[in-house]
């Protein structure tokens, strides 16, 4: 069996960051350390880099730029061509979709209990918060 593959949620990159002790940290230690496959698409990716410009985080330049260019370097990056319109409340929830779709990912971490976890699963992808994911890679 290869490595889990994943796609995290803006909300668990940005708790990884700002969340030392969390979950969505250690899910992102597995990343950094080669033991989980994180992919992400441009359209993700701009996501983060402006979520983190957001002045409630108060984030410092560096870090950010630091955890840009280490998420460039870890993530394998994927090209949707499908595009999915499913999410009509939050269009940008479903460019993760497409990401998790096209890279055929085992699971999609997410924060998001409105529009995300509800869904359980798409196209054979496991949509859960980190937590249960912990848990489940825990007993792998």
Known sequence: MG????????????SSLLKPGG????????????KIKLYISKPLL??????????????????KELFLK????????VYPRQKIDLIKEDPPDNRLLECAVTAQV???????????????????????????FWNIYQEK
């Open 23 to 34: 979950k969505a940290r250690q899910i992102y230690r597995l990343v950094l350390r080669g």
């Open 106 to 132: 085992d699971y999609l971490v997410s924060g998001d209990s409105t529009h995300l976890l509800p869904l359980k699963h798409f196209q054979g992808v496991k949509i859960m918060n980190p937590s249960a």
């Open 3 to 14: 490595k889990t593959k994943v796609v995290l949620d803006t909300n668990v990159l940005i």
């Open 70 to 77: 280490t998420l460039k370097r870890v993530a394998v990056f």
């Open 46 to 63: 701009n996501e983060v880099e402006r979520v983190l410009e957001y002045p409630k985080f108060e984030i410092e330049k560096l870090q």
